[in-house]
């Protein structure tokens, strides 16, 4: 069976991009921090019909990414496609002035050293299955920048020129990689929403379909789609699913 990993599965985008592998026939390996929130997740997978794991997993601990991996080879033997979409970083809106060290070593280490420790666990089994694909979850503030989150767009800036460099390095071995950039109504967002109920008019106002991004069926999708043979000959892209908000992407 085809298998597929994803960070940071236990709500929102994560979630939905597990079930949508799911349902395009992968086991499904959900890795969680906390296991309340991914076990849930892994059993809506099975109500399914599909086979998925929980696996608590912090994706800033080399060691809990390298053993996530390790459970996916054990129960679907091997690992076929690579999803870190996991991140812990300051979400609320604040000026460069305010940034702090704890701010920066959050955003980095959830965004860059987990992509970093997620590309060295899972490069032998991606390379080893013969159609390999690691997938990261960027974001369009990594190319258009962010005036309220600064070290959120530094990040994902980084995870894309890292996406690039890898998709170079693992070409030869039959690995494509790429990034996602998407919108989408996540548990965050809503709360943001609460917060601020101007924000859904004024995000749904930027986007020509006139709405947000639904997890599963709007970026999990594109997900599932770069996780397909179909997608064989893409790499080192970023693909926008955002409903065109930022159609200079």
Excluded at 36 to 63: F, K, L, S
Excluded at 138 to 157: M, Q
Excluded at 227 to 242: K, L, N, P, R
Aim: charged share 20%; with cysteine; net charge neutral.
């Amino acid at each position: 069976m085809t298998a597929a990993l994803v960070t940071g599965a236990g709500q929102g985008v994560g979630r939905g991009v597990a079930l949508a592998l799911a349902g395009a026939g992968f086991g499904v390996v959900v890795a969680a921090r906390r296991a309340e929130n991914g076990e849930p997740v892994a059993q809506e997978i099975r109500d399914r019909g599909g086979r998925a794991v929980c696996v608590p997993t912090d994706v800033t601990v080399r060691d809990d990414v390298v053993a996530a991996v390790a459970v996916a080879r054990t129960e679907f033997g091997g690992l076929d496609v690579m999803v870190h979409n996991a991140f812990s970083g300051r979400n609320s809106p604040y000026q460069l002035e305010e940034a702090t060290l704890p701010d920066w070593d959050r955003a980095s280490r959830s965004a860059m050293w987990a992509s970093i420790y997620c590309a060295q666990a899972a490069s032998d089994a991606l390379a080893a299955s013969g159609r390999g694909r690691y997938i990261l979850v960027s974001s369009a503030a990594g190319v258009e920048g962010s005036a309220n989150l600064p070290l959120y767009a530094a990040v994902k800036a980084a995870q894309r020129a890292f996406a690039k460099s890898l998709a170079r390095e693992w070409g030869e071995r039959g690995v494509t990689v790429n990034c996602i950039a998407p919108v989408a109504v996540t548990p965050a967002l809503e709360t943001a929403f609460k917060t601020n109920p101007a924000l859904r008019g004024r995000l749904e106002g930027r986007t020509p379909l006139g709405r947000l991004g639904d997890p599963e069926a709007d970026i999990g999708s594109v997900v599932a789609f770069l996780a397909s043979e179909a997608a064989g000959f893409v790499t080192g892209q970023t693909i926008a699913c955002d409903g065109g908000s930022f159609t200079g992407l």
